[in-house]
């Protein structure tokens, strides 16, 4: 068989091995978790609070995505799970934010509450002696 | 001095000074072995300081990522690694900052949870004050028009 005949024939067999050599591997699942977490939360509202935290995973996140398409999928996973710890600690802070916003909310409902409470009981108290009085 | 002690302490100076020249990087290694060593045994003992303060036991996954990281360090620093150990451990720094902020997160949800408990428990006990003062009221209006009815029928 001459070397024209060969060729694509050559080039047939080679091509899936070449497109699979070319292609993107698997994603890591570190990165996964990460493209996750930043999916399902409100960076926004992270990123007041913790602006740097935020931007730091962001580059993070962004680079591991680079490594992971040039097949560096070490690197790509070492990045992603910092991306990861850096959004966690940016999303607990904003946490603790709205909480200790929620908890004076509600201690300040519980002192007018209360206020609220005691003026009922006094009245209760007088209307109920009143109506001993009449009863008698 | 002879020309052969002369001889001999010259030898000497510059085998001592070759020895040195040969043992200090090792000498750096080893410190920096140490270093790390140390470092990681910190990190354990503030493991077990975090597992401690977690009361709420809500940063159980985190802590156990936390020690497995510490571990992997550690291997590493046996196989000497040295550049692989200090990033692990700079994961693991940020990592024990993180699970610091969510003990802090638990403990404020607890707060909260017990603070709207308290409140509407509070709620509960005005419903059942504004119920009961507007049954005292019904019943006084109803005694006080039969009281009404009985003057009427007393001055006829």
């Known amino acids: 068989m001459n070397a024209r005949a060969m060729a694509p024939r050559l080039a047939c067999a080679l091509l899936p091995a070449l497109l699979a050599a070319c292609a993107t591997p698997p994603k890591p699942k570190e990165l996964e978790a990460y493209e996750m977490l930043r999916t399902g939360n409100n960076l926004q509202e992270a990123n007041k609070k913790s602006p740097d935290l935020v931007a730091s995973a962001e580059k993070l996140g962004e680079k591991s995505r680079e490594e992971w398409q040039s097949n560096d999928l070490e690197d790509s996973r070492r990045d992603a799970i910092m991306a990861n710890i850096k959004l966690k600690t940016a999303l607990a802070l904003m946490e603790q934010e709205q909480l200790k916003t929620k908890i004076q909310t509600l201690s300040a409902d519980q002192a007018k509450a209360e206020e609220e409470a005691a003026d009922l009981s006094e009245k209760l108290a007088n209307e109920t002696e009143k109506l001993a009085l009449l009863q008698k | ?156």
């Open chain 2, 1 to 156: 001095m002879t020309a052969r002690s002369g001889r001999s302490l010259r030898i000497f100076f510059a085998a001592a000074i070759c020895a040195a020249f040969a043992a200090s990087p090792r000498a750096g290694l080893a410190g920096e072995e140490d270093d790390l060593q140390r470092e990681i045994d910190n990190q354990r003992v503030s493991v077990a300081d975090l597992e401690r303060l977690d009361e709420l036991k809500a940063t159980g996954d985190e802590i156990t990522l936390l020690r497995s990281w510490l571990d992997e360090a550690w291997s590493l620093r046996s196989k000497h690694e040295y550049d692989q150990v200090r990033e692990v451990l700079e994961r693991t720094r940020k990592q024990a900052d993180l699970i610091r902020a969510k003990i802090t997160a638990s403990k404020l949800r607890a707060q909260a949870a017990t603070r709207e408990n308290a409140l509407a428990d509070v709620r509960a006990k005005i419903a059942r004050n504004k119920k009961a003062l507007a049954e005292t009221m019904k019943k006084k209006k109803a005694l006080e028009g039969t009281e009404k009815v009985g003057d009427k029928g007393s001055t006829q």
